[in-house]
T-cell receptor
Framework: DAKTTQPPSMDCAEGRAANLPCNHS???????VYWYRQIHSQGPQYIIH?????ETNEMASLIITEDRKSSTLILPHATLRDTAVYYC?????????????WGLGTSLAVNP | DGGITQSPKYLFRKEGQNVTLSCEQN?????MYWYRQDPGQGLRLIYY???????QKGDIAEGYSVSREKKESFPLTVTSAQKNPTAFYLC????????????FGPGTRLTVL
């Protein structure tokens, strides 16, 4: 079963903020939320992660709701190079098994 | 520079041949992973290894084999038993402690003719 739900595609104008939503209603208390992006035919690139608090780094900001059932990745000033598929991921635990569950992601198109 | 390398970037093989994909990292990460990606799909975990000489099956391990003889290396063999081997293969590594975000290599695109 999918652990996260994201819109399949979004558009954003260059220079504007891109807000990418993600639902993770079954997340457990000790599970992190990760965001990655993948530019066509390249390996995914780590963006940011969070547990409970909002996080910011040089690439993006991550806003996590108080109930942790959803989050939003914010690219404050999108550029054409931000066009990519963005994946919101949570990690599951199964005994000693830790793995990331990847969904289909959101294809973000940044338009000039 | 630290990072993960995968070679080759493109690989062509005839049906029925085994092929080994290379993955090397110099990040001093304990854990390494292999994923498969098909067009328009997310990543699916094939195998992962948390420590040298130990590895675990992921969700789609059938038809694949791995070894972890060195911390830096985690080669993946696609055997003739894999029914549909044509795909984009991605290797990743991470530290073992949370939040253990994964860092990816550039990928190998395997085409079986």
């Amino acid at each position: 079963d999918a652990k996260t739900t994201q819109p399949p595609s979004m558009d954003c104008a260059e220079g504007r903020a891109a807000n990418l939503p993600c639902n993770h209603s079954t997340i457990s208390g000790n599970e992190y939320v990760y965001w990655y992006r993948q530019i066509h035919s390249q390996g995914p690139q780590y963006i940011i992660h969070g547990l409970k608090n909002n996080e910011t780094n040089e690439m993006a900001s991550l806003i996590i709701t108080e109930d942790r059932k959803s989050s939003t990745l914010i690219l404050p000033h999108a550029t054409l190079r931000d066009t990519a598929v963005y994946y919101c991921i949570v990690r599951i635990y199964a005994g000693n098994n830790r793995k990331l569950i990847w969904g289909l992601g959101t294809s973000l198109a940044v338009n000039p | 520079d630290g990072g993960i390398t995968q070679s080759p970037k493109y690989l062509f093989r005839k049906e029925g041949q085994n092929v080994t994909l290379s993955c090397e990292q110099n990040l001093n990460h304990d854990a390494m992973y292999w994923y498969r990606q098909d067009p328009g799909q997310g990543l699916r975990l094939i195998y992962y290894s948390q420590i040298v000489n130990d590895f675990q099956k992921g969700d789609i391990a059938e038809g694949y084999s791995v070894s972890r003889e060195k911390k830096e290396s985690f080669p993946l063999t696609v055997t003739s038993a894999q029914k549909n081997p044509t795909a984009f293969y991605l290797c990743a590594s991470s530290i073992e402690q949370p939040p253990n975000e994964q860092f990816f290599g550039p990928g190998t695109r395997l085409t079986v003719l």
